[in-house]
């Protein structure tokens, strides 16, 4: 696993819940490979209790399959669920996107603009590129004035999440990095049908190259 140190104030549960959500969407913990408490709990410098905790919590989510006595499975992604996350996206962010129009500042615009000169720079880092991938669409929630719901919305996407990583490995154009630059630049007119029509297109992506992806990994889905 990659294993980022503990954050200030962070417990147990929640570092090992964050650290298993990382290395989840981000592959390194495979889809339908197999991990234990114990394995987990040494790798996290934990006792196992919350690394149990965290395998309750991502089990609830069917990101893992507990199965007593024998461990618990990373599940293989399930493109239906990836499909409502982004139906439940799209909703949502299409009116996160036209709020922001609605009270971006000129230091709003800067933020994204600098997270978008980032994307450019690391646009081969795919972790990396997750993460500002993620912050972008934070500012936007941050600026609609609806962080609330960007943390519960993104507390349920790791079966659209993974499918993102793999996009970054797989489809042959990237066009994340555009998107976002038009995006902002209609948050920018304060152009909210333009804002709103772009964010649709932009998630409906990860959807739309469903073949490149399901080619390249095909170990990691259910049939």
Not at 91 to 104: D, F, K, P, S
Not at 180 to 207: G, P, S, T
């Amino acid at each position: 696993m990659y294993i980022e140190a503990r954050q200030a104030g962070e417990n147990g549960r929640d570092y090992a819940l964050r650290e298993l959500k990382e290395n989840i969407i981000h592959l390194d913990l495979e889809p339908g490979s197999m991990v234990s408490e114990k394995d987990l709990a040494e790798e996290l410098g934990l006792s196992r209790t919350p690394v149990r905790e965290a395998l309750q919590d991502l089990a609830k989510a069917q990101i893992v399959d507990i199965y007593p006595q024998r461990g618990s499975q990373i599940s293989r992604i399930n493109y239906e669920l990836a499909k409502e996350t982004q139906f439940t996206r799209n909703i949502l962010e299409g009116v996160a996107v036209q709020l922001a129009c609605q009270r971006a500042t000129d230091d709003d615009i800067r933020i994204l603009q600098e997270n978008i000169m980032l994307q450019e720079f690391h646009i081969s880092d795919a972790r990396k590129m997750m993460r500002l991938d993620d912050e972008f669409h934070h500012e936007l929630f941050r600026i609609a004035g609806k962080l609330y719901t960007w943390n519960m919305l993104s507390s349920y996407a790791l079966h659209f999440d993974r499918i993102r990583e793999m996009a970054l490995h797989s489809v042959r154009e990237i066009k994340i990095v555009n998107d976002h630059k038009q995006i902002c630049a209609a948050v920018n007119r304060w152009d909210e049908a333009l804002a709103k029509e772009l964010m649709e297109e932009h998630l409906a992506r990860y959807i739309v190259d469903e073949k490149e992806i399901r080619e390249k990994y095909p170990a990691n889905f259910f049939v």
